[in-house]
Each structure stands twice: as C-alpha cells, then as structure tokens.
C-alpha cells in the first residue's frame, strides 16, 4: 500500500529557489568556505603542537636546528677573539655546524678538445706542424665558445687564508 501523499505544494528548498534564485551557489561557496576554514583549523593545531615541542622537547644533537643561530654567532666570535681551534673541536664533538672560511685555490685546468682542419702539406708532419701553427688563443677561444670539450682540474692545492 502507497503512503505518499501526492501534494502540488512546493518544497522547502523550491520556495527558498524562488525567493532567492542564487541560493543553491552560496551553499556551496558557504561549504566549501567551511572545509577550508576547518583545514585551516588543523594547521593551526599541527603548527601550535610543533611549537610546544620546539620549545620544551630537550636538544640532543648540535645539528638540531633551533641552534643555528647559536653556532652562527658562535663562528663569529671563535674568528673574532681568535678561539677558531676551540670552535672547531666543540662543533665536530657536538655535530655542530663547522665555520666556512676563505681559501686560496689553484689548479691546473686541463681542456680537451677535439681539433680537426685541413691542411696542405708534402707530409703528415708537416700536416701537424701546419696546424700547430693555425691554431692560437682566438681559435681556441672559438673552439670552446663553440663545442664540447673535457675539463680537468689537476694539481689542486687550497691553503687557508
């Protein structure tokens, strides 16, 4: 047996169309202005949680990063009161962050380049020589500026300043 009661009168919801035909477009921008204020919600909340563990949790490691600030100034004052040895046993002991300092480097830089002309000569060592004698820093520049090429450092030597 059917219990529907058949009726012409519009629904709550048709009603509320009628009067105001944007209605069905805010509720969702009100649904989705909701989602994104409770995100928002449990940012704030992991962000807090993190904050009370930054701030209470003990440092046992000197790579911990609440102490970069820490071993910045301390870097500062070992170069400026001369105590650079002291810092650098402490910050090695501890996994702290070690000192950058300045160094002077040399090397011998060793470039490797295909090099192909063509050269008219009585034989293959005048050929060489030819070319030997075609080829100076312009071309090479060109060579480089132009081509691939193969870089080696050698002979590397740093020294502290």
Do not use: K
Not at 21 to 27: G, K
Not at 53 to 60: K, N, P, S, Y
Not at 123 to 143: H, K, N, Q, Y
Request: charged share 35%; proline share 3%.
């Amino acid at each position: 047996m059917d219990t529907t009661i058949a009726t012409d009168r519009p629904t709550a919801d048709a009603l509320a169309a009628e009067v105001d035909p944007h209605r069905p477009a805010l509720v969702g921008v009100l649904a989705r202005a909701h989602a994104a204020e409770q995100a928002a919600l449990r940012r704030v909340a992991e962000l807090e949680a993190e904050l009370r563990a930054a701030r209470t949790e003990q440092i046992t490691d000197g790579a911990d990063p609440r102490l970069v600030e820490f071993w910045d100034r301390a870097g500062r004052i070992a170069d400026n009161a001369n105590f650079c040895e002291e810092y650098d046993r402490l910050a090695d002991a501890m996994n702290g962050v070690p000192r950058e300092r300045e160094w002077d480097v040399t090397a011998q830089a060793v470039i490797t380049i295909n090099v192909s002309r063509i050269v008219t000569a009585r034989t293959a060592e005048d050929a060489e020589s030819g070319l030997r004698d075609e080829i100076d820093d312009e071309v090479l520049i060109d060579l480089i500026r132009y081509n691939s090429y193969d870089l080696e450092l050698e002979d590397l030597d740093a020294e502290r300043r």
